[in-house]
């Protein structure tokens, strides 16, 4: 095992009223998985549900609030930032905008070259020379051509390989992909997720895909967890999520995918209405309850456990 998340919490302080007495956003409300090494899961959910958070929080750019964090056994929660030097060699992250993630008067070498240099990887030129051109190589970019080009000379997709490219430059162990393709063409995607697969396998990289586009994960990913206003609700492989959900929300994702088909929108299109809960106050009991179309009383009196359902693991009353 790679890694392990234990009742994870990530809650951000606001002040609200006249009194500034405090409330807390809980980002991430309790919430545990495990991914080994090699291992590719894609975490979804809408916008606001905490998928982002617990990115970040594991990477230990956000300070964990509760819980704790094992990466190969070592508990990593409450780490001060001198001791995670080592850390963050291991660990790396895919950032959403590639227009946007770069030094614009760096070039593609020196962006590449920036990570040897600042984790002491090695002080000879020509070795540093030599990653470099092999990781261009292995995001299919031709290193002759553009290693010293400019980040305004490159496409979305070109600049979003070379996002890849310095993700992997330290040989990590764990990469965190953050909607590395909601800002690319249609045309363009399944490649860039072809590629990050071919990758992950190639260098037995764990991968976390982060989106909220469900229909992507099936050319990525082993496994998928759901998440829903801060709570992990449903996880399973992605062979079996996608061919039999078992929680409402996530068969909600799956109806709201756009079908070509007119008679499977008007037969399978049932999406519930309204919007995830706030994250200062959610609801009592299941947090989906107030837009969920199976709700009983127990729904909105008391939280749900986590129970396993032939392999699905699901926070649901329906099967509890």
């Not at 990593?76 to 993630?101: H, M, V």
């Not at 614009?104 to 240099?117: D, G, M, Q």
């Not at 990590?172 to 063409?185: F, G, R, T």
């Not at 190639?202 to 050319?219: G, N």
């Amino acid at each position: 095992m790679l890694l392990d998340v234990r009742e994870l919490k990530k809650w951000f302080e606001v002040k609200k009223g006249l009194f500034g007495r405090k409330q807390y956003v809980k980002a991430v409300d309790g919430v545990s998985f495990q991914l080994d090494k090699g291992e590719a899961i894609s975490i979804v959910g809408e916008s606001g549900s905490g998928k982002t958070t617990l990115g970040k929080t594991i990477l230990r750019l956000y300070e964990p609030t509760d819980g704790r964090i094992y990466f190969e056994g070592r508990d990593i929660t409450r780490l001060k930032r001198n001791d995670l030097r080592w850390y963050r060699k291991e660990t790396s992250l895919i950032q959403q905008d590639p227009f946007g993630a770069f030094a614009s008067h760096f070039s593609i070498y020196r962006i590449l070259k920036e990570p040897l240099i600042v984790n002491k990887v090695t002080k000879e030129e020509e070795e540093r020379r030599e990653r470099i051109y092999n990781v261009l190589r292995d995001v299919k970019l031709d290193p002759e051509e553009f290693a010293f080009k400019y980040p305004h000379m490159l496409s979305g997709g070109q600049l979003q390989r070379i996002a890849i490219a310095r993700a992997l430059i330290l040989k990590p162990k764990l990469v965190i992909a953050d909607e590395p393709v909601s800002m690319l063409d249609a045309s363009v995607r399944v490649d860039i997720l072809t590629l990050m697969r071919e990758l992950q396998k190639k260098h037995e990289i764990s991968f976390m895909y982060i989106t909220h586009d469900i229909a992507t994960t099936r050319y990525f990913s082993d496994r998928i967890a759901i998440m829903y206003a801060g709570h992990m609700v449903e996880m399973a492989s992605t062979t079996s999520l996608l061919k039999e959900p078992l929680h409402p929300y996530t068969k909600a994702l799956l109806n709201a995918i756009p079908d070509p088909d007119p008679e499977n929108r008007r037969r399978y299109r049932d999406v519930p209405p309204g919007e995830p809960p706030s994250l200062i106050d959610p609801p009592k009991g299941c947090r989906f309850h107030p837009r969920c179309p199976y709700a009983k009383d127990i729904c909105r009196e008391k939280e749900p456990p986590s129970i396993d359902v032939n392999g699905h693991m699901v926070k649901c009353w329906l099967y509890g």
